[in-house]
């Protein structure tokens, strides 16, 4: 049969090209026939402008600092490598500070040097450089060369209010794991609750009570007042802002209203709890000047803080205090109920990277043949490592070979995977772990802080924030305002109560005119929230 059809083929090939002749004769013109090879060729470049272009393409990612020296850089190291060996795609890194990545994006935006996909998680950003005009719609792309992710989103329709921007498909994302989806985590010592006699606290008052026995009891019971009751990995302030459902950024749904968290009623109680938290030595006194959270780490790890308000996970704190003292025993303390009910912690939405084409880019098939890959098969391999060298497959598990071999030769390729489809649950991180009893014992521990993380439901009304250019100048103004009068409330004594902060915010609203800007806002919902669901 298909030599039939090749008969067939070639014998209209021929009548094609009799015709030609004839009719070149009759216009009396001399024009070489057309082979037939070459015409297809043609069409086809004509139809897919990209098919013959280099298969290139950049992409921007967080620098963190994590490559060791041995390893290379974020650009050149063995991952890098691999990726271009097994994508077929020629990939360019362009690294960026992580936390001034949208600064150094811009720098490269304005000078028309940006990366061909640029990505960030905040959505906010990805719709500003829509606007600007310097990233462009991709749903063509998409549908004409896309077949894995094409599907993906198909079949996962909850991202598709995030990927898109006035109608239009601006990125890509894939959905998180609920190990990203989870956020914030509290730990408290049980050794110390048990020392002293106390329950597990389960409100907000029984948790001052706790850390504030921690703070006087002396709980590691060196005789010295050297403890605290918290210690954190950023500020204190937003973990009962996230159970108070007033976080600063977050905005609430309120009686059909948006409101940002900050201007709530309830972040009077936020401020209220951690004015009283510093005022009575549940924390530390000089945590204002301490940046980078490094003099925090060392309370816990050093034994000095009874709780710590970190992630859902503390992987190196944790060593490093059972390193100090063997005997601590760190369990993961569950979202308090509250007189605003249980609100959870912070948890990340649903979508991940958010990846943006940009306008200039010169071959968008290569980038969506290099998505496509990435979420079929490269994302594993970046996450796992290669079989036989950073890990091994069981029955029911992948299982690390060599923890510390891991770390310095694979936990930096996390930033590669920019779409990948790890969907894990509790017992995968006790099935993935190190065989040696160390890191089975903190694996149990990992899953327990996971499941509880994810226990109660943080609360979020709107998958995503109201974004538009007055909105991005308030808040440019206001919030640098907002932390100065909450750092008063909570450090300046007496005199700065929690209603005189309110009163403050209230009146640096007033001053930036936020009831023209609030009602743009009203107006952004409004339009906006058919498409939510």
């Known amino acids: 049969m298909r030599r039939q059809k090749n008969y067939m083929m070639a014998g209209l090939a021929t009548v094609v090209a009799i015709a030609g002749m004839l009719s070149a004769c009759s216009d009396k013109k001399e024009e070489s026939p057309v082979n037939g090879g070459e015409q297809q060729a043609e069409q086809s470049k004509q139809a897919d402008p990209y098919a013959n272009l280099p298969k290139e393409v950049s992409v921007s990612m967080f620098d963190r600092g994590r490559v060791p020296a041995e390893e290379g850089s974020y650009e050149d190291n063995r991952w890098t490598k691999w990726i271009n060996e097994n994508s077929g795609i020629d990939v360019k890194w362009i690294p960026v500070p992580r936390n001034t990545a949208q600064e150094k994006l811009n720098v490269l935006v304005a000078a028309n040097e940006a990366p061909d996909l640029i990505w960030e998680y905040d959505r906010n950003y990805i719709a500003l450089l829509a606007s600007q005009g310097a990233i462009q719609p991709i749903d063509s792309y998409i549908e004409k060369y896309s077949t894995s992710y094409k599907k993906y989103l198909s079949e996962h329709p909850e991202l598709k209010p995030y990927v898109t921007i006035d109608g239009k498909m601006y990125a890509v994302a894939s959905e998180r794991g609920i190990d990203t989806i989870a956020n914030q985590g509290m730990w408290i010592r049980k050794d110390w609750l048990d020392k002293l006699g106390l329950s597990m606290p389960k409100t907000e008052e029984e948790l001052l009570n706790v850390a504030k026995a921690f ?117 993961p303390l569950e979202a308090l109920t509250t007189k605003y009910g249980k609100n959870g912690l912070l948890q990340e939405a649903p979508a991940s990277m958010l990846i943006a084409f940009n306008k200039n880019m010169k071959n968008p098939k290569a980038a969506v043949e290099f998505l496509d890959w990435m979420l079929d098969n490269g994302w594993f391999t970046l996450k796992f490592g290669l079989e036989g060298v950073h890990h091994q497959k069981t029955n029911d598990a992948i299982q690390v070979i060599d923890a510390e071999k891991n770390k310095k030769e694979l936990d930096y390729a996390y930033e590669y995977p920019i779409v990948n489809q790890w969907s894990p649950k509790p017992d995968d991180i006790v099935k993935m772990a190190a065989s040696d009893p160390a890191s089975q014992e903190y694996a149990k521990l990992k899953a327990l802080g996971l499941e509880t993380a994810m226990k109660d439901r943080f609360r979020r009304d709107i998958p995503y924030a109201p974004s538009f250019p007055e909105l991005s100048q308030f808040l440019a103004e206001f919030n640098p305002k907002a932390d100065e009068i909450d750092n008063q409330v909570i450090m300046g004594g007496p005199k700065f109560t929690p209603e005189w902060g309110a009163a403050e915010l209230q009146k640096e609203w007033d001053r930036l005119n936020g009831e023209s800007v609030w009602k743009q806002v009203q107006e952004w919902y409004e339009q906006n929230k058919e498409s939510f669901n």
């Open 215 to 331: 703070a006087e009891k002396d709980p590691d019971g060196n005789g010295k007042d050297d403890t605290i009751g918290f210690a954190f990995n950023s500020k204190f302030t937003s973990y009962f802002a996230a159970m108070y459902a007033s976080r600063p950024d977050t905005w609430y749904l309120d009686d059909g209203k948006l409101q940002l968290g900050r201007l709530t009623d309830r972040y009077a109680d936020t401020l209220a709890i951690s004015k009283q938290l510093y005022d009575q030595g549940m924390v530390d006194k000089e945590y204002i000047t301490d940046k980078s959270y490094q003099r925090e780490r060392q309370l816990w790890v050093t034994g000095k803080a009874g709780i710590y308000l970190g992630s859902w996970h503390m992987d190196s704190e944790y060593f490093d205090l059972k390193k100090n003292d063997p005997d601590a025993q760190p369990v």
